[in-house]
Structure formats: structure tokens, C-alpha cells
């Protein structure tokens, strides 16, 4: 088992920057892919971000040149640094991790909410 704390959600306005921070903690050997997901108010959770072990990253058009994901593999955390935040960037953000095998773990979650 593989468990995801998240933090740093909160509250900015258009244009402004958060920075997230997940930090795993379990069977952490048989994971591959780490990333970032949201979910906004009756939409489907989105991939906005994912890495893996060897630093090969994916982002989500919306997204490309504004946010940033990075991991340090030693401290098993994983990173979304957030700029030129807008509204529809607005949405509950979760930490996941991916094991070789296709199996998802998920954290609790974090809002981050852009006002206009």
C-alpha cells in the first residue's frame, strides 16, 4: 500500500502562483509514475501532470509553460508549481502514484480555487 498526503491548496487570484507538495509514504518501491490530477465541480478528474522515476514529464495542454512537476525520488515527494494561475484552473487537486503493474493510489486532496 502507498499512501499521498497533499498540501499547499489554497486561495489566489488570477495571475498569482501555489506551489503543491505530496508526500508518499509506504511500498513506495513499486512505483513508477507519480503525477497530479483535478477535479472540478461536475467534471471528470483530469491528468494535469505526471512523472516518472527517471524525470520524463506530462503535462495537459491547458497547462504546458505554466505549471511545473517535479520529484525527488529520495524524500518519495512529488511537486506541482503553479503559475499565471486563471479561474478554470479552479478545482480539487490530487496526488497520485502509479505502480508498475497499473495499480493508482490517490490522496485525500486539495482545493485550489482562482478568483477572477
Known amino acids: 500500500q502507498v499512501q499521498l498526503v497533499e498540501s499547499g491548496g489554497g486561495l489566489v487570484q488570477a495571475g498569482g502562483s501555489l506551489r503543491l507538495s505530496c508526500a508518499a509514504s509506504?511500498?513506495?518501491?513499486?512505483?513508477?509514475?507519480m503525477g497530479w490530477y483535478r477535479q472540478a465541480p461536475g467534471k471528470q478528474r483530469e491528468l494535469v501532470a505526471d512523472i516518472t522515476t527517471g524525470g520524463r514529464t506530462n503535462y495537459a495542454d491547458s497547462v504546458k509553460g505554466r505549471f511545473t512537476i517535479s520529484r525527488d525520488n529520495a524524500k518519495n515527494a512529488v511537486y506541482l508549481q503553479m503559475n499565471s494561475l486563471k479561474p478554470e484552473d479552479t478545482a480539487v487537486y490530487y496526488c497520485?502514484?502509479?505502480?508498475?503493474?497499473?495499480?493508482?493510489?490517490w490522496g485525500q486532496g486539495t482545493q485550489v480555487t482562482v478568483s477572477s
Open positions: 509506504g511500498s513506495m518501491f513499486s512505483i513508477f509514475v
Open positions: 497520485s502514484a502509479r505502480s508498475l503493474g497499473s495499480v493508482f493510489y
